[in-house]
């Protein structure tokens, strides 16, 4: 659970994590008993904690494909990640992938710790795609097929312009968007969305991950990854390396916000494919990453702790976000919010501050034509009269906690 300063200092987060714990316990309960199926969800759980809950919401059919649709790109991800393996070993690996998932010996040992065990025991997750029907097992090998080609071409290439930059974005999960739209097609629960706004969805996701994970990337050892394009660094630095080191701080900063820029390019596109969503756990277990990833962009934009460090979305928070997530209402309301965050970070001597204020009065105008915003209480902007009380109520929770644990530990009296 969340430490227990961040929870003194957003005393209404602990329900919510409270709440978070007793679902992740429980969906820890619900691992199949067949030995593949037990071994998917199992390493489900630890590549993607937060992904492993909100997956147990769908319906069982679907919930199988997802899964195993996840842990097939999860490891053609790691043959592309490791930077370790010879690029003339990589590329045919990558471009053969979609046929490996049919073979129930295949397996290559590559990545660290449990990627390293998908990798070695990759045999449970083909056995596992080869009991999904023909539908899910069809969208699931031409999604693979078309990202181990595309991630291939990336290798032997540089992400040189913002055209090759939303080029790998499509090819590393613009892709998955298109893919999960094709199984939920499938699964019956909703009318196939357009590449267009599934493309956008990946886009949205990927292009966060990749601002937020810069330092990482780019320490990467023996080969630094690089993602971010050079049409954007290169109006700041010589180097896109030469961002982490403190004398480029004001540039380096100035870039971070370009690249947040370009990123919020794909919020409406999302919010339209999610107002489209009919189910209401396909809609849940689309809607909570793309809240996270708004939250995430408002939290490192003009943030110089993007190059020095993780910055993340604090626990508590994100326990707040899988809870009252439940409608669109709630998805405007928390892009608004966030949206006004990172709109009051915009500094007017910024380079790109009228094109960021441009995209951020988009995102927000749309959600106030939801006419949604005005029935909902924001937990993204808090009220110190809410952190109070809130306060209150855990600091007796806690002096009961205290005074139950005394009294069961103090000698009976003879």
Known sequence: MGSLGAILKHPDDFYPLLKLKFAARHAEKQIPPEPHWAFCYSMLHKVSRSFGLVIQQLDAQLRDAVCIFYLVLRALDTVEDDTSIPTEVKVPILMAFHRHIYDKDWHFSCGTKEYKVLMDEFHHVSNAFLELGSGFQEAIEDITMRMGAGMAKFICKEVETIDDYDEYCHYVAGLVGLGLSKLFHASGAEDLATDSLSNSMGLFLQKTNIIRDYLEDINEIPKSRMFWPRQIWSKYVD???????????????????????????????????????????????????????????????????????????????????????????????????????????VDNNDPNATKTLSRLEAIQKTCKESGTLSKRKSYIIESKSAHNSALIAIIFIILAILYAYLSSNLPNNQ
């Open 239 to 345: 180097k896109l390396e030469n961002l982490k080191y403190e004398e480029n701080s004001a540039k380096a900063v100035q870039c971070l916000n370009d690249m947040v820029t370009n990123a919020l390019l794909h919020a409406e596109d999302c919010l339209k494919y999610m107002s489209n969503l009919r189910d209401p756990a396909i809609f849940r277990f689309c809607a909570i990453p793309q809240i996270m990833a708004i939250g995430t962009l408002a939290l490192c934009f003009n943030n110089i702790q993007v190059f020095r460090g993780v910055v993340k979305m604090r626990r508590g928070l994100t326990a707040k976000v899988i809870d009252r997530t439940k409608t669109m209402s709630d998805v405007y309301g928390a892009f608004f919010d966030f949206s006004c965050l990172l709109k009051s970070k």
